[in-house]
T-cell receptor, first 112, second 115 residues
Framework: GQNIDQPTEMTATEGAIVQINCTYQ??????LFWYQQHAGEAPTFLSY????GLEEKGRFSSFLSRSKGYSYLLLKELQMKDSASYLC?????????????FGDGTTLTVKP | NAGVTQTPKFRILKIGQSMTLQCTQD?????MYWYRQDPGMGLKLIYY???????DKGEVPNGYNVSRSTTEDFPLRLELAAPSQTSVYFC??????????????FGDGTRLSIL
């Protein structure tokens, strides 16, 4: 089975840095995705990690430690438009269908 | 540049009615998925398909059916609508690959209420 944990809500200030954590316990592991979902909209892909370490993409970075079952999404220079839900999704090893299991998401509120 | 298209965007059903949620993609993706998302929750997989003619159950398939007659289309059928099926439904697709690093592309969702 799969178990994915994320904080339910976080609040941060415009211009600051915020780290959103995700821990997982899965029967296999073949990659971890982060998606952004604005209220009332569809999720959109942010990042992918399969090897340990940090992947940087502009203001967004994602880190993975496979031995600890842990990932985080780091958002720098926060903007008001970053207010959204951030979903962590794990792809287990034993699938040939591209399936992912999603966490419940972390709702981030950016305040002025 | 349509991507994944879902119709309708909103629908209200009475208990016991049936309906089909439509999903089509123009990216020639092999894999397609149906999820439901309840308020404040993540995405729960209902059904998925690895190609035309092949479908399989996800985490929460009860009360739903799917078909995949073409690569492009993956409709979701509710036969006897129940209040517990009130949710937002997302269709998604992804490319088949050996490295498994292909993300899922989502439609805009169908907001369904059963009264």
């Amino acid at each position: 089975g799969q178990n994915i944990d994320q904080p339910t809500e976080m609040t941060a200030t415009e211009g600051a840095i915020v780290q959103i954590n995700c821990t997982y316990q899965t029967s296999g592991f073949n990659g971890l995705f982060w998606y952004q979902q604005h209220a009332g909209e569809a999720p959109t892909f942010l990042s992918y990690n399969v090897l340990d370490g940090l992947e940087e993409k502009g203001r967004f970075s994602s880190f993975l430690s496979r031995s600890k079952g842990y990932s985080y999404l780091l958002l720098k220079e926060l903007q008001m438009k970053d207010s959204a839900s951030y979903l962590c999704a794990v792809r287990p090893y034993n699938t040939n269908a591209g399936k992912s299991t999603f966490g419940d998401g972390t709702t981030l509120t950016v305040k002025p | 540049n349509a991507g994944v298209t879902q119709t309708p965007k909103f629908r209200i059903l009475k208990i016991g009615q049936s309906m089909t949620l439509q999903c089509t993609q123009d990216m020639n993706h092999n894999y397609m998925y149906w999820y439901r998302q309840d308020p404040g929750m993540g995405l729960k997989l209902i059904y998925y398909s690895v190609g035309a003619g092949i479908t399989d159950k996800g985490e929460v398939p009860n009360g739903y059916n799917v078909s995949r007659s073409t690569t492009e289309d993956f409709p979701l059928r509710l036969e006897l609508a129940a209040p517990s099926q009130t949710s937002v439904y997302f269709c998604a697709s992804s490319k088949r690959d050996a490295g498994s690093n292909q993300p899922q592309h989502f439609g805009d969702g169908t907001r369904l209420s059963i009264l």
